[in-house]
């Protein structure tokens, strides 16, 4: 017994807090969305227990995966976590790229790239609405303006003002944001591959191209694993740029997390809960193989 | 209620490593006044939610704040303004504070079906009372407290009053494309003559912006399509919006919409009503705080600017009014009482409306110590039969308001046409 | 791939440096210049919206306007940048109050975790790690009312002690994950030869594991002084403009109900965004070195 404590008391006495605030902060917390979920509580009178609440299992799910409404959100959270995570992932392995050998300035560089993620949307939310107006032509301002302005002007287009693609758009911003970051992730992993490896590769002959197609890039495929990751969870936070750039009532660019919103406003809890499990269920089935895979990744 | 029993065992089993942190972390200078619980008429202070944090709004609530502290010096005023804007999560404070029944001592809400949800919840107290204490019965005009009224009891008190139907139209825009600026047009359809020029003349003919403002257009045009009755109706369950009549203010609607911006889902109001004032659009239909932003301007009524009810709404008064509760578990409800009356009385609702640009609710308000605009709507409030505005809360509860707008956003982006639109209307108000 | 490793095991030769001529040497120059070219292109691009965040800053109420966001201002004004900082100035300091001991714990706790979890193999242990990681994506819009009854049960003072405890919990996932992986990479041997010399696993984490940890922990504090700067949902349900930090009062500043005032909001965006830039700038070295030392591969 008392080895038994010796051998499990340390480690638990160190993870427990962690575990304990978990399970009330986030499995706690699941449990009563999830239980709000399966009833039909979508007025304020049944909010406050003056009107009685009924079970009703999963007949929200089934109203609400059968919507056209949010069908159209959970299309648009597609193409914009696509997006979102393409274009932080393109932006970020090519500056880390540029980078990578010695280059004067490095650091100047590196520090604006990064910039972006300090600013709040909370306030850089109305510079990229002003960004991406849809105005075109004579009227155009933002960056349809620019575009016309150094010769570009066959780039302008109506930015997010498109009910089919129109969300693209928003995640331009969150690019901005988050390209610095994955930079920074990959420029790490470029440093961290032993300059052995890169004279052994010089040696055999290899030129650049070949030395970094070859021998870098498979190299960095984890890191790249841990950004899919780490950037993917921010693509939840589509909410904070589409409060501030558009608004939760463009339908053009709501998403899930917008109808929780709008949902939950109109004291509909039962449905702003489904709409709740409905994302984390989407998050399960992305992250579990992932899970698995460093699983297996470990055990060689 | 086993919710909450659940989660006071959760809480319990919490205790240890909370205090932990609590324990690192409470530098905090300010200590708030533990959970009172006092109850009574309690008066010492009154903590007041508003979404009036900047610019006139700001200016507003300080000048109400200076009476207030003038008439019930024994009450602190607790300042509880978060901004709307990107904080529209403000609402949603507001509701998990109500909702875990800790909830500010008074909160401002649009006057009407705003409150309905609030009220089916049991989460307001009927200050009927305090009308008859005030004497506001008779300081209010009965129409709006009509309005008001909810099977016999009255949940808010009102502190101003904005006008929705009003066009505002750059003179020498109008001029440049051949118009008379001191022309009116009784229809819709005279207006449309006009905007044609406007249009021919190379200028934005009408400036909208965001969703909520093509609502508010959209509300003006149905009030004015189908006239007080059938508009009132339409809240009421008495005007089908399957019907024609409701087809034909839709096709109208859709020619209005024809007319403006195309990056109005860019822009919030006033950018829609700057570009009347930088003369590059003609008309603009929106709520009279557009005044604040041509008087910011510098702008002089009817040299620079002219104004006047959209067409087809002479005589209608289409009304929102911002307005303050006492909420259920109110902690300090005798400190709510005296700023209901700070709010209600004419000295108060004079200072605050000078510096907002509303107009007084009370009747005895001299209009002689406003400016031109607020003394025409003072006139107008006076005589004008009042409805109540859709986009801004007063018509629908939040929900079919909800509904309503993502359909207006649907059609107008193009995701619909026109028989979706009409349908997807119907499906909001049975909703 | 094999080429290379196998080319490893060999003794290393006098590498011959490739591109010794002048041709090879041109084409070095050449692609140098593009490389650069690429880099400023870059920078003018990620700082477009900078540009404009930071000409308006300077336009008096009539000039900020989204049709005039080009151009410099008609008249150059201070007025937004000293109405920012007196707005700005008392919640500036409650955001360092929050954010310093809220990145400090849940990197302390994130540290404990990552070490339990990549060094004690009991079973089970990758069911744990899963539960903690899933909390990273929880959407906390869903679970707002019952968090707002949970803490107002709690006692724990509204404002910045409750923020605190908030982002220390909700930033768990993360800085465990990050710990975690760096902990995998740490050699098994440094491990080992404490536990021969008998240290327990407390000593050992605290002599041994922790000393080695800093590039981790500047990794963790990067992220989580971002989050806690930047995070408004939080600030909005758990704090007021009076005790809250600065993006509550950012929001206040520039959204009325009605009225919004572009000059001021912007200033106040950049005035907010640079204590974060100043630790980017600090921290920026030891943040890719810390992420170089294994934090990042999963």
Redesign the interface.
């Known amino acids: 017994m008392p080895k038994n404590i010796r051998r499990w008391g340390p480690p638990l006495l160190l993870v427990s ?1 962690s575990l ?2 978990l399970a ?1 902060f986030v499995y ?1 917390l699941l449990a ?1 969305n999830a ?1 709000t979920s399966g009833t039909d509580n979508h ?3 049944q ?5 009685p609440v009924q079970w009703v299992w999963f007949d929200n799910f089934v109203d609400l995966l059968g919507s056209e ?1 949010f069908q ?1 959100s959970l299309k648009n959270l597609v193409i914009y976590t696509v997006v979102f995570l393409a274009g932080t992932m393109f932006f970020g392995f090519l500056w880390a790229f540029l980078l990578d050998r010695p280059v004067r300035f490095e650091g100047w560089f590196r520090s604006i790239y990064l910039f972006p993620m300090a600013v709040s ?2 306030a850089s ?1 109305v510079v990229w ?2 960004l ?5 032509g004579e ?1 155009a ?1 933002g960056l349809n303006r620019l575009f016309q302005n150094i010769g570009l002007g066959f780039l302008q287009n ?6 089919d693609w ?1 969300i693209a758009a928003i995640a331009i911003p969150a690019i901005w944001q988050m390209s610095g970051y994955v930079m920074a992730l990959f420029l790490a992993g470029f440093r961290g591959i032993p300059e052995e490896l890169r004279e052994a590769a010089r040696v055999d002959g290899a030129n650049e191209w070949q030395l970094y197609r070859h021998v870098l890039f498979p190299q960095l495929s984890p890191v790249a694993l841990s950004a899919v990751i780490i950037v993917g969870h921010m693509s939840l936070k589509a909410f ?1 740029l589409i ?10 660019t ?1 998403v899930p997390a917008i109808d929780m ?2 949902f ?5 809890y039962a449905n702003a809960a489904a709409v709740g499990v409905i994302l984390l269920v989407i998050v399960a089935i992305l992250i579990v193989p992932y899970l698995v895979h460093i699983n297996r990744a470990e055990k060689h | ?1 086993r ?2 029993r ?3 065992a ?2 319990a ?3 240890a ?2 205090l ?3 324990a ?5 200078p ?3 006044s533990g959970t009172g619980g006092a109850g009574g008429d309690d008066a010492s202070e009154v903590e007041v939610f508003t ?8 200016l507003g609530l300080d000048a109400l704040v200076q009476v207030f502290e003038e008439q019930h010096p024994d009450t602190k005023f ?16 507001l ?3 109500l ?2 029944q ?1 909830p500010p001592d008074t909160f401002q809400a649009h006057a009407g079906a705003e409150l ?3 009220i ?4 307001l107290e009927d200050v009927s009372n305090l009308y008859d204490e005030f004497g506001l019965r008779d300081a209010f005009p009965k129409d709006l407290v009509d309005r008001l009224t909810v099977d016999g009891k009255i949940y808010s008190v009102p502190s101003n009053i904005h006008r929705a139907n009003v066009v505002w139209a750059n003179p020498s825009v109008l001029e440049d494309a051949g118009l008379d600026p001191k022309a009116t047009y009784a229809t819709l359809d005279d207006w449309f003559t006009a905007l044609d020029k406007v249009k021919a003349s190379g200028k ?1 003919a009408l400036s909208i912006a ?3 403002t093509q ?1 508010h257009l959209f509300e003006t045009v149905l009030l004015s399509s189908l006239g007080t009755d059938k508009y009132n109706g339409l809240w009421d369950g008495s005007t089908d919006w399957a019907g024609a009549d409701v087809t034909k203010a839709l096709e109208n609607f859709e020619k209005l919409m024809s007319y403006t ?3 109005r ?7 829609a009503t ?1 570009q009347v ?2 003369g ?1 659009a003609g008309f603009n239909v929106m709520g009279d ?1 557009a005044e ?2 041509f008087q ?2 510098k702008k002089q009524a009817p040299a620079d600017y002219i104004y006047f009810p959209v067409p087809g709404t002479d005589g209608v008064f289409d009304f929102l009014a911002d307005s303050f509760t006492l909420p259920v578990g109110s902690k300090h409800p005798g400190g709510t009482k005296n700023w209901l009356n700070t709010i209600s009385s004419l000295d108060g609702q004079i200072a605050f409306n000078k510096a907002k640009g509303s107009i007084p609710a009370r009747k005895d308000a001299q209009p002689s110590e406003f400016s031109a605009y607020q003394q025409s709507a003072m006139e107008s409030f006076g005589q004008d039969t009042i409805v109540s505005s859709l986009a801004h809360g007063a018509a629908a ?3 079919t308001l ?1 509904a309503i ?2 359909a207006v ?2 059609f107008t ?3 619909g046409d026109l028989a979706t639109f009409q349908s997807d209307l119907v499906a909001a108000n049975a909703g | 791939m094999t080429t290379a490793f196998d080319s490893l095991t060999e003794p290393i030769k006098a590498a011959p440096r490739t591109g010794g001529g002048t041709a090879g040497r041109d084409r070095i120059t050449v692609s140098r210049t593009v490389k650069y070219v690429l880099l400023l292109l870059f920078v003018a691009i990620v700082l477009i919206p900078v540009y404009v965040l930071l000409v308006t800053s300077f336009k008096g ?2 000039d900020a ?3 005039r966001a080009w151009s410099l201002p008609q008249v150059w004004t201070l007025d937004n940048w000293t109405g920012a900082w007196a707005a700005l100035q008392a919640p500036l300091w409650r955001t360092i ?1 929050l954010v310093v ?2 990145a400090l ?1 849940s990197a302390v706790l994130g540290s404990m975790n990552g070490f339990v979890l990549a060094r004690w193999r009991f079973r089970g242990a990758d069911l744990v790690f899963t539960l903690i990681l899933f909390g990273m994506f929880i959407p906390y819009q869903a679970v ?3 968090l ?3 803490m ?3 006692g ?6 409750t923020l ?2 908030l982002h ?1 919990i909700y930033g768990l996932p993360i800085t465990t994950l990050i710990f975690r992986n760096y902990y995998m990479s740490v050699p098994n041997e440094l491990v080992e030869a404490a536990r021969v010399d008998g240290a327990g696993m407390l000593r050992t984490y605290w002599s041994v594991v922790l000393p080695i940890s800093v590039p981790s922990f500047v990794v963790v504090l990067i992220w989580q002084f971002t989050s806690a700067w930047n995070d ?2 939080f600030a ?2 758990f704090s ?4 809250g930090p600065v993006t ?1 009062a950012l ?11 572009y000059g001021i909001s912007m200033s106040g965006a950049l005035l907010a965004s640079l204590p974060t830039l100043l630790v980017y700038v600090l921290l920026g070295k030891y943040f890719i070195g810390g992420l170089m030392s294994g934090s990042v591969k999963g």
């Open positions: 807090p304990i605030l009330v706690g009563i239980k007025t304020a009178a909010t406050t227990g003056r009107a409404s159209h949307f909370v939310g609405r002003w991406l107006n849809s105005n075109q009227a301002s109506n930015w997010w003002n498109n009910p129109g904070d409060m501030s750039i558009s608004k939760p009532a463009n339908y053009q709501k919103y709008q939950k406003l109109s004291f509909d | 209620m919710t909450r659940t989660l006071t959760l809480v089993g919490l205790a490593s909370s932990l942190l609590a690192c972390s409470s530098n905090d300010e200590t708030p979404w009036w944090a900047s610019g006139s709004e700001k607790v300042n509880g303004a978060i901004a709307g804007g990107a904080g529209s999560a403000a609402k949603e404070l509701q998990s504070r909702q875990a800790d309905t949800d609030y089916n919840a049991g989460q934005t965001t969703t909520w609502v911006n195309t990056d889902d860019g822009l919030d109001w006033p950018d700057q004032i930088d590059k705080w604040a932003a910011e301007a509860p939040v929900a909800n707008s993502e956003s649907k982006t193009g995701a | 109420p009539g306007d989204p049709s109050a001991p809220s714990i707002m009312i019952p707002v009854q949970l107002l049960n709690s724990i003072p509204s404002g910045i002690p605190i405890v220390v408004f949902l909005v349900f007021s403009s009076r005790n509550i929001n206040n500043l520039a959204n009325g109900a009605m009225l919004t005032d």
